[in-house]
C-alpha cells in the first residue's frame, strides 16, 4: 500500500486503534543491525498487524531510514501510547531484539501484556517446526514459503538499510507483522495453548522481562586476556599438529588416530557410508575414552580439543561480539531446547566451565570481569536434579542424606561400592537416560560389566527405578510428561521413552531456576545489585563491594527456598546453593 503522506496516514491509523483497548496487536522492527541493547544499533522502523472489529490493519511506521521520507516524533508519541498504555497484548516472534529495538526511539512496553510467538510455539510443539523463527513457523502453521528471497533486500539488510526507503521497505516488513498475527491466530485456540496459557505463559512473560534486563546489563569482557589465550590457542593447536604429523580437526584423519593407533572402539556409524563417525556425538564418548588412556598421544589429542574448543566457542567469540562498550551481551532463548532449558547464542555462555585446572579453559571464566566497584557473584545449586529426581522418586535414605546437608557422592559411593568420582559419572549418566552402550564408553568397560553397573545403581535405588519405569509407561501411553510447572514435553517418537524421566527432571530443574531467577529479580534488582548472567543451575550477580556480604546472604536465602515458587508443588527434599565469588580466590588471579 501507499500513501501520498506517511505521516497523515500513520496519524489516522494509530487514532483509529486507540479507540480499540485491548486489542492484540503484532510488532516487528527493523534495525541498522542486531546491537540495539547497547544502542549501537537503532529502530529504523516498526511494523504492525492486527484485526479489530472485524476489519484487519497492517501498517509500516518509517522514523530513521537514511533514504526517503521518515514520520516525525508526534507518531513516535502516538505509537507510542497505542503500545504502552492502551491494555494491548503484543505480539512479537523475537520479543527480546523487537522490545529492545524499540526502546532506542523512545517506546518502552514493561506495563504491556506480551506474547512472544516462536517461545508459545515451543510450549505447544517443542519438536516441531525444530527452528521457531519466523519463516519456519510460517510454513509450518500456516503452510506457506515464507519469505521469498530478494538478493536487493538482502543486500540493503546486511548494510543497514542505508538505501531504503519506506516504499521499499513495506512489503518486506509488513509481511513479517502480519504473519506473525496469522500464526498466532492459528496458535491461540490449540488445546495445547489453553492448557499452559494461564499458568505457564505469565512465569516466561516475566522471565522475559528478566532476560532483557541482563541484556541491557552486558557484562564485561578483558579483552586483553581473551586475546592473549586467542594467540596462545592457534600457538598450541600448531604445535601438537606439528607433533603428531596430522590434523585432529580433521574427521577423516581421526580414524587414523583412534582406531589405528589407539585402538579405541568404533562407537558410531554413518548411516549413509558405514564408516566410522566422529560427529559431536561420537567425540564426546571418545573424549571420555581418552580421560582414561595414559598414552602421550591421546593426551596430546585432547590437548588439541581443548584449545579448539576454549578459543573457536569461548575466547574468540568473546573478542568477535563484545560491544564497543567492553561488555558482552548474549541472547538467551526461550525455545532452543527440547527440555525447555534455557539456550544461549552468539555466544554460548552456557558452555563457561565451573572451573577447570586445564590450561585451555582454566582463564575462561577469568575473561567475565565486574564493573568498577563491583563484584561478580556466583550462586550455584547443589545438585539441583540429583535432588529434584530424589523428591520425586521418594528415596528416603538419600533425601536423609541430603536434609543432614552430607556430601552425596561420598555416601553414595560407599553404598555402590564405587569411588566417588566413578559414583558422579555414573548418577549422571543415569539421569540422562543412559544405556549399556553409554555406561561402556563412560567406563570403559564390556557390555556385561556395563549391564552389571546399571543393575547394581537400579538395585541400590530401587524408587529410582520405579520413577523411571513410571515416566516411561507414561510416554509409551501418551507421548508426553508432565512437569511440575503444567508444562509438558512432547515425544513424537515413543521409541524414546526412556529419556521420559530425564525429561521430568532436567525440564523440573530449568523451570525452577527460572522462577527463582524471576524471583530474585524481583526483590534484588537496584543499583547495588544486578543479574548478569544464567548458566544451567547458576545465576551470576554483579554486587557492589560495600555491600557483598549482605547480597551473600540475601542471594542464598532467596534461591534456596525453592518452595516458595513452587505453587502448590511441594519437594520434601533441602535445596542447596552455593555462593562464591565468580572466581574463587584460590583459583582466581
Known sequence: MQFDDIEQASLELIAELIKWPGAVIAVDTEATGLNVASGEDICIGVSIATVVNDTAYSHYFPFNHPEGDNCSSEVIFALAELLEENLNTLLFVNAQFDILSLETIGIYTENANIIDVSAMAHLINENKPYNKGLDSLAQYYLKEPGKVKDLDIDKEKKTGWKNTTWQQMWDYAVLDAVSTWRIYEVLRNTQQWLEVKDIVWPHKQDL????????????????????????????????IEKELGINPASPKQMKKLLIDDLGLPVVKQSTKTGAPSFDKEAMLAYDLMLEKLENPV???????????????????????????????????????????????AEPNLQQIPKTSDK??????????????????????????????????????????????????????????GMSRHDTKTLVYSMQYGAGEQRLMNAFGVDKATAKQIRQNYFNTYPHFRRLNERCTAKVEQTGEILIWSGRKRHFEN??????????????????????????????????????????????????????????????????????????????????????????????GK
Request: glycine letters at 6%.
Open 208 to 239: 522475559i522481562r528478566v532476560l532483557l534486563s541482563m541484556k541491557r546489563h552486558g557484562v564485561r569482557i578483558d579483552v586483553q586476556l581473551a586475546e592473549e589465550y586467542v594467540h596462545k590457542g592457534v600457538q598450541e593447536m600448531a604445535q
Open 494 to 587: 515413543r521409541n524414546e521413552a526412556y529419556k521420559a524421566m530425564n525429561s521430568l527432571i532436567q525440564g523440573g530443574g530449568a523451570d525452577i531456576v527460572e522462577r527463582i531467577m524471576v524471583k530474585c529479580f524481583q526483590e534484588l534488582e537496584g543499583p547495588e545489585c544486578r543479574m548478569l548472567l544464567q548458566v544451567h543451575d547458576s545465576i551470576t550477580f554483579e554486587v557492589k563491594e560495600s555491600v557483598v556480604p549482605q547480597y551473600i546472604e540475601k542471594i542464598r536465602t532467596l534461591m534456596e527456598d525453592v518452595n516458595a515458587v513452587t505453587g502448590d508443588v511441594n519437594f520434601d527434599v533441602r535445596f542447596a546453593v552455593e555462593v562464591d565469588n565468580w572466581v574463587p580466590e584460590e583459583d
Open 359 to 416: 590450561p585451555w579453559n582454566g582463564k575462561v571464566k577469568e575473561c567475565f570481569i565486574p564493573e568498577d566497584g563491583y563484584v561478580l557473584i556466583n550462586a550455584d545449586f547443589s545438585q539441583l536434579e540429583l535432588r529434584l529426581a530424589t523428591a520425586y522418586a521418594g528415596e528416603e535414605e538419600l533425601k536423609e542424606v541430603f536434609n543432614e546437608g552430607r556430601d552425596i557422592f561420598t555416601e553414595m559411593s560407599k553404598q555402590l
Open 298 to 344: 591421546a593426551k596430546r589429542i585432547k590437548e588439541f580439543r581443548g584449545w579448539q574448543k576454549a578459543v573457536s566457542a569461548s575466547y574468540r567469540p568473546y573478542l568477535d561480539l563484545v560491544g564497543m562498550d567492553g561488555r558482552l551481551r548474549c541472547s538467551y532463548r526461550l525455545h532452543g531446547t527440547a527440555t525447555g532449558r534455557l539456550s544461549c
